[in-house]
């Protein structure tokens, strides 16, 4: 079963140069967060305003798929 995952931050006021840059860099950190996880997911969307950055992860595995190690 997978669900929607919200990743909402809420920050000090962002500059507007600066703005951009997190909000290219958010949905590719979450990303290898989850890869490293081993959660898959789906489509990742981002928003942001100068005072909270936020990603949704679609589709986002409930449980890691086994893993066999020797």
């Given amino acids: ?7 909402e931050l809420g920050t000090e006021e962002i500059p507007a140069g600066e703005l951009d ?3 290219g860099e958010l949905p590719a950190l979450l990303e290898k967060k989850l890869d490293a996880a ?4 789906g489509e990742l969307t981002v928003w ?5 950055l ?11 798929p086994d893993l066999e190690e020797e």
């Fill in 1 to 7: 079963m997978a669900s929607d995952l919200l990743l």
């Fill in 54 to 64: 936020a990603v949704l992860a679609r589709a986002v595995i409930d449980r890691q």
């Fill in 21 to 23: 840059r997190a909000l």
């Fill in 48 to 52: 942001g305003t100068p005072r909270r």
């Fill in 38 to 41: 081993r959660l898959e997911h």
